[in-house]
């Protein structure tokens, strides 16, 4: 199975602040990675699909790059409601896995 | 817009089979080439992929589970449904279904999810 790890676990922001994420894979998943945002009791929502392609609807302060083992989601300027825990998923290959999250509290 | 709900029963004795279904609205479970898949979240812990269906009932199961688990569709009722066997309490968790879409290029990612559901496992 391809290993996705996170860093860091839990960060503390500020609103406004710029907030990056990565994402390591133990292998290359070529561009094969999603990001997804979840709050607790609500449903995961998608982000960023194929390394960097904002979904339709997803506030454009969000940004994803990387290719191949390394990724990064970029919130450009952190708003109340980004408040959230995020998840990076590889689907390259089969079993697919998702980094075991990070999570993003109020300063 | 599509949506789905997950619904099954929220407590499972240990040893016995777990069994969830979800339900799609808003678009035919038929419609389009997608996938419909279940991923699980143990409390505390991250997001696990447990397996996904095609329409025509082609299947692809996280080998972690593949001796316990069969997820079938039912197109006349636009669901999918999860059944997962010899549970135990490791298998407690809030499930998942959602839809997966692949575009041209191979890239597969899940929207929409459901909400969830929590299944505990004990006697």
């Known amino acids: 199975d391809i290993q996705m790890t996170q860093s860091p676990s839990s960060l503390s922001a500020s609103v406004g602040d710029r907030v990056t994420i990565t994402c390591r894979a133990s292998q290359s998943v070529s561009g094969y990675l999603n990001w997804y945002q979840h709050k607790p009791g609500k449903a995961p929502k998608l982000l960023i699909y194929a390394a960097y392609i904002l979904h339709s609807g997803v506030p454009s302060r969000f940004s994803g790059s990387g290719f191949g083992t390394d990724f990064t989601l970029t919130i450009s300027s952190l708003q109340p409601e980004d408040f959230a825990t995020y998840y990076c998923q590889q689907t390259y290959s089969t079993p697919w896995t998702f980094g075991q999250g990070t999570k993003v509290e109020i300063k | 817009q599509v949506q789905l709900q997950e619904s099954g029963p929220g407590l499972v004795k240990p040893s016995q089979t777990l069994s969830l279904t979800c339900t799609v609205s808003g678009a035919s479970i038929s419609s389009g080439s997608y996938y419909w898949s279940w991923i699980r979240q143990p409390a505390g812990k991250g997001l696990e992929w447990i397996g996904r269906i095609y329409t025509s009932g082609s299947t692809n199961y996280n080998p972690s589970l593949k001796s316990r688990l069969t997820i079938s569709v039912e197109t006349s009722k636009n669901q999918f449904s999860l059944k997962l066997s010899s549970v135990t309490a490791a298998d407690t968790a809030v499930y998942y279904c959602?839809?997966?879409?692949?575009?041209?290029?191979?890239?597969?990612?899940?929207?929409?999810w459901g909400q969830g559901t929590l299944v505990t496992v004990s006697s």
């Open positions: 959602a839809r997966v879409i692949r575009n041209d290029y191979g890239n597969n990612w899940f929207d929409p």
